[in-house]
Nanobody
């Protein structure tokens, strides 16, 4: 059973950068696509980006393009989310999850499971 653990969340000033990590354990992760999501207080959870297993095809929700970059290192069973030019509205708990048949489309998502516990990102001056 694949387990995912997020890390790298922190408090940063607007315009700053963070790199989140999603470490997989329990089974080889390159079979799965991994997605990054976020949930701000009082808001629905939204999909940010997704990366497929071995081909490493990527998808970004339009509003995240240009500032967020998803990548993976299958040798280390880790998926990353590089976040640049952070804004206060990026404040949220960030999660990763796996899928073998699902995907993210325009912030919506389906077919994801094995959610991590989340990591807090706070963007504030």
């Amino acid at each position: 059973q694949l387990q995912l653990v997020e890390s790298g969340g922190a408090s940063v000033q607007p315009g700053g950068s963070l790199k989140l990590s999603c470490a997989a354990s329990g089974s080889p992760s390159d079979y799965y696509s991994i997605g990054w999501f976020r949930q701000a207080p009082g808001m629905e959870r939204e999909g940010i980006a997704c990366i497929s297993g071995r081909n490493q095809n990527t998808y970004y929700t339009d509003s995240m393009k240009g500032r967020f970059t998803i990548s993976r290192d299958n040798a280390k069973n880790t998926v990353f989310l590089q976040m640049d030019s952070l804004k206060p509205e990026d404040t949220a708990v960030y999660y990763c999850a796996k899928t073998s048949t699902g995907w993210i489309t325009s912030g919506n998502y389906y077919g994801f499971g094995s959610w991590g516990q989340g990591t807090q990102v706070t963007v504030s001056s």
